[in-house]
């Protein structure tokens, strides 16, 4: 199944099911709860099994490219991600540690946006970059779960731009800024993504083709992923784990479209922008881990 979400005309949240080109509306059959949650959330809160939920689905189907998405999950709980989980990313970013010896670190929720909209690059004197990335969505609460129970706790995978500025930093500065994490457009559920090691994915910037990987070359898979992610903090329905990106990072600037895509996942592409940009206040710029000067045309690799 595919589900998406997206916002009505009055800007309320809403989940729907999409079947081909077209999108029935399935906000109706979920539970009404309290606060401001988004219905992606509450689907994900319900407990009961998706496709239990999504079984009573009827209406008349609308376009899908008539609707105004939102991020796949517009009110993560959290997002956590992989800082260096491909050997060729860890090698043109000159880095001496891994997954393994890093951990995992923290993306500001806050920092979503939808399919289509746009990255706001906020400063003009630093390098910002696009790691495309396979990322998970948790259904299940999980804490100190198993490699085996791992997969049991998604209920699916969709595309995240991990947006980074480059330089010393923490992380999670450099990955937090408004519009740096562009997440969507589908949530796929399991049985729809085939096994996860056939996964290919690719990124583009502007037409250039930068990144094309085999999920299958993930240095901690995503069982790993979330079986330690488990054992440091609990994983609560809607929080989102984000695999870490393969080798050809490169710069984004104004103008530029960026693109990343998973044939069984769909395509999420976004816009870039630097108007309101200002002059960095920190003094990261030289230090930090260091991307290579140019892309490496994926050919070469
Ligand atoms: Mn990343």
């Known amino acids: 199944m595919k589900i998406v979400s997206y916002r009505d005309e009055a800007g309320g949240s809403r989940v729907g ?7 029935i ?3 109706g059959l979920l539970r009404p709860q309290a606060g401001g949650t988004s219905a992606m ?4 809160e319900d407990g009961r099994p998706l496709e239990d939920i999504l079984s009573g689905l009827d209406g008349d189907p609308m376009p899908l490219d008539d609707l105004r998405l939102d991020p796949i999950v517009p009110d993560p709980g959290k997002i956590i991600a992989a800082p260096v989980n491909y050997f060729d990313h860890k090698a043109e970013m000159q880095e001496a540690y891994h997954v393994d010896s890093l951990g995992l670190f923290l993306k500001a929720p806050s920092s979503v946006i939808a399919a289509g909209e746009h990255i706001r690059l906020p400063y003009t004197d630093r390098r910002f970059d696009q790691e495309g990335e396979l990322a998970l969505v948790i259904g299940r609460r999980a804490s100190h779960v198993t490699t085996e129970e791992a997969l049991d706790h998604v209920a699916g995978y969709t595309l995240l731009l991990d947006i980074t500025m480059r330089g010393g930093e923490d992380r999670s500065t450099r990955k937090s800024f408004d519009t740096f994490t562009p997440i969507g457009p589908f949530l796929v559920t399991p049985d729809e993504t085939g096994p996860l090691a056939s996964l290919r994915l690719r990124t583009w910037v502007g037409g250039e083709l930068r990144q ?6 993930l240095i901690w898979d995503v069982p790993q992923l979330i079986a330690y992610a488990s054992s440091v903090m609990t994983l609560h329905p809607g929080d989102v784990i984000t695999t870490g990106t393969p080798a050809g990072v490169g710069q984004i600037g ?3 479209r960026v693109a990343v895509a998973i044939e069984q996942l769909g395509r999420l592409e976004v816009g870039v922008t630097s108007e309101g940009a200002v002059a960095c ?5 030289t230090t930090g881990p260091r991307p290579p000067a140019t892309v490496t045309p994926v050919r070469a690799r």
């Open 17 to 23: 099911v999409v079947v081909d080109d077209a999108v």
């Open 25 to 27: 509306d399935a906000t």
């Open 41 to 44: 959330r509450r689907l994900l």
């Open 212 to 217: 094309d990987a085999d999920i299958a070359d």
């Open 254 to 256: 104004h103008g530029d």
């Open 281 to 285: 206040p920190t003094k990261g710029a």
